[in-house]
């Protein structure tokens, strides 16, 4: 039973109606409806056997005892504001717990280290962000760690093959599903079955998962066997184009080990920022089901017009296709990314986003207002050309977030766009 009101009767409440209360009580400040912003950097001890106790369990010395809990001491550590965002936000994936991190690189990059070791390869799907890209196929292989990359068009056995030529022990699978910016999908149960033939009774190699394009709304990956959940949280979470915050989502046995990197390495978000992701998780659900509706009816007018040679979209999987199958078991609705191929390669791409009118042309995604920009040569260029390529970010390849404006609207611009093309 959960320490907090979740319950009516009985009966769970669902994620929405929680995001009001879920992890707060108004007696604690003044009787104020939401949560202060808790701007200190240290917290006072009533006594110093308190705080000594603090540090033992803050540095897991000891387990709790019958009833104590974990105080706080330092908000590197850990926040009022942090914390209740970090329960609010585990409730959509049914996840045990949540760490939130200064940025998604944060959150992907402090989970990984936690992990990985020198001498490891870790597996990781393509096409991956940029960021992630450089992390793995740059960062890593300095500290000993050589990525193996595969597609969705890998079988498991392919994958299991390229793992076995890589020769070192595996201590990482990584895979970004739908993939930024293709929307191609990477089979999770799949993934849980590799990294779980090679774990041990000493090690275990967790499957990360980053769920930043569909968000805890349309996919949740611990159901398929995902260990961990990995969130850029500035994007639908957060969701207003206001904030930087990553997360990272589990079993506390293994989200407890990046929380400890975290602590070491200085990567947790602020508690104002903390207190703005709990006034966007209130949002969360009505913002992410209008965008995808929006998307739905843009990636049709997309669909049909003459000048555009295809569009990846979830809503436009072929049936009887691997894809589509896959997007039945794994998906539960197509989120609202999309991207198409102009007609006419990079200068016709460009001609069309120098021609938007109501889209903001800017990197970033899941925010109320709807966003477009070219993959190949900004959120992607940290890939060579011939990664691209074969990733399907060619030249003319635009990707589009949707966001909270009028279907006709953003339609009505994407047409007179692509009248200039």
Request: net charge negative.
């Amino acid at each position: 039973m959960s320490k907090w009101k979740d319950r009516i009767g009985g009966k769970p409440l669902h994620p929405e109606s929680l995001m009001m209360s879920y992890g707060y009580k108004p007696e604690w400040s003044e009787g104020a409806a939401k949560s202060p912003i808790f701007q200190t950097s240290t917290f006072v001890f009533r006594t110093a056997e308190e705080g000594k106790a603090f540090f033992e369990l803050a540095q897991g010395r000891r387990e709790p005892g019958p009833g104590e809990k974990r105080g706080l001491i330092y908000s590197r550590l850990n926040n009022p504001d942090l914390e209740i965002a970090e329960d609010r936000l585990a409730l959509w994936d049914g996840a045990e717990d949540c760490a939130l991190f200064n940025s998604g690189m944060a959150a992907i990059a402090t989970a990984m280290l936690a992990f990985a070791r020198p001498g490891d390869v870790a597996a990781v799907s393509h096409p991956l962000y940029g960021g992630t890209h450089h992390l793995t196929d740059w960062l890593l292989p300095q500290f000993g760690i050589r990525p193996i990359p595969f597609s969705c068009e890998c079988s498991e056995e392919e994958i299991e093959a390229r793992i076995a030529a890589a020769g070192g022990p595996l201590g990482f699978v990584l895979i970004e599903t739908p993939a930024n910016p293709t929307n191609d999908l990477i089979d999770i149960a799949c993934c849980a079955r590799i990294a779980a033939r090679h774990s041990t009774p000493d090690r275990k190699v967790p499957l990360a998962v980053d769920n930043t394009f569909l968000g805890p709304l349309f996919q949740h990956p611990l159901e398929h066997g995902a260990d961990l959940v990995l969130y850029s949280a500035t994007k639908y979470i957060g969701g207003h184009s206001d904030l930087i915050a990553g997360a990272v989502l589990g079993p506390a046995s293994l989200v407890e080990p990046v929380r400890s990197f975290r602590t070491l390495l200085g990567t947790q978000t602020d508690p104002w920022t903390g207190w703005l992701l709990m006034r966007s998780m209130e949002t969360l659900k009505v913002r992410m089901e209008r965008q995808a509706h929006t998307a739905g009816a843009v990636a049709d007018y997309l669909a049909s017009h003459p000048r555009v040679l295809r569009v990846n979209y979830l809503g436009h999987l072929a049936e009887g296709t691997p894809q589509y199958d896959l997007y039945r078991r794994q998906c539960l609705g197509p989120g609202a990314m999309i991207s198409f191929e102009v007609e006419g390669g990079v200068e016709a791409a460009y001609r069309f986003l120098n021609s938007l009118q109501l889209f903001k042309l800017a990197v970033s995604l899941g925010s109320t207002e709807s966003l477009a920009q070219h993959p190949a040569t900004m959120t992607h260029s940290e890939a060579t050309e011939e990664e691209n390529l074969a990733a399907g970010v060619t030249p003319g390849l635009v990707r589009l977030s949707i966001g909270m404006e009028h279907p006709d609207d953003l339609i009505l611009d994407v047409g007179q766009a692509l009248e200039k093309v």
